[in-house]
T-cell receptor
Framework: GAVVSQHPSWVICKSGTSVKIECRSL??????MFWYRQFPKQSLMLMAT?????????EQGVEKDKFLINHASLTLSTLTVTSAHPEDSSFYIC????????????FGPGTRLTVL | AQKITQTQPGMFVQEKEAVTLDCTYD???????LFWYKQPSSGEMIFLIY??????QNATEGRYSLNFQKARKSANLVISASQLGDSAMYFC??????????????FGAGTRLFVKA
């Protein structure tokens, strides 16, 4: 099956610093990657959709300048949380879709971010 | 308005019995996809089963089957012969069509399943 990795799996940082999270599709090319945020005991909330080589599409209410997404290649997308604050603490999950015509998304294991 | 509704926050089932997890959805687009995912305590999302809006037959994958009732807009997940390892959070999700959501996938609130020995 398709494998998606995320790095790091967890990170603790000080308030005001920036944190980069990587999402990689290990055995397939992903034209589309998605970034989700999950609060404790809640469902996944889609933050943005990124297509390789183009700007990400952000969901309403998600700050583009705070959550920078780069999808530079068909196997890598990064999410950078800039000037992180304690309210940004959450579980961030990425998913990847093989091609535009395929419905199945393959999820990464998630990254737990804690901002002190 | 809620587009994906999972009305059961928590469910208990006896090991080896079958269990149905409810999911209803709302969309005006004729083309959409429905998914079920499992999220164990480790946090990883595991794809279970997919049903396309134009699929004539209900999807099945091993012990998982999707009871798709299009007119009622429901897509219930049936797990047969429950195992202890099935204890997890289960999410129903819908990939919207081009006319409504631009192919975004949205998730329900989830149902936590507890399998009793």
């Amino acid at each position: 099956g398709a494998v998606v990795s995320q790095h790091p799996s967890w990170v603790i940082c000080k308030s005001g610093t920036s944190v980069k999270i990587e999402c990689r599709s290990l055995d397939f090319q992903a034209t589309t990657m998605f970034w989700y945020r999950q609060f404790p005991k809640q469902s996944l909330m889609l933050m943005a959709t990124s297509n390789e080589g183009s700007k990400a599409t952000y969901e309403q209410g998600v700050e583009k300048d705070k959550f920078l997404i780069n999808h530079a290649s068909l196997t890598l997308s990064t999410l950078t949380v800039t000037s992180a604050h304690p309210e940004d603490s959450s579980f961030y999950i990425c998913s990847a879709r093989r091609s535009r015509g395929t419905d199945t998304q393959y999820f990464g294991p998630g990254t737990r971010l804690t901002v002190l | 308005a809620q587009k994906i509704t999972q009305t059961q926050p928590g469910m208990f089932v006896q090991e080896k019995e079958a269990v149905t997890l409810d999911c209803t959805y709302d969309t005006s687009d004729p083309s959409y996809g429905l998914f079920w995912y499992k999220q164990p305590s480790s946090g990883e999302m595991i794809f279970l089963i997919y049903q396309g809006s134009y699929d004539q037959q209900n999807a099945t994958e091993g012990r998982y089957s999707l009871n798709f009732q299009k007119a009622r807009k429901s897509a219930n997940l049936v797990i047969s012969a429950s195992q202890l390892g099935d204890s997890a959070m289960y999410f129903c999700a819908m990939r919207e069509g081009p006319n409504t959501g631009g192919f975004k996938t949205i998730f329900g609130a989830g149902t936590r399943l507890f399998v009793k020995a």
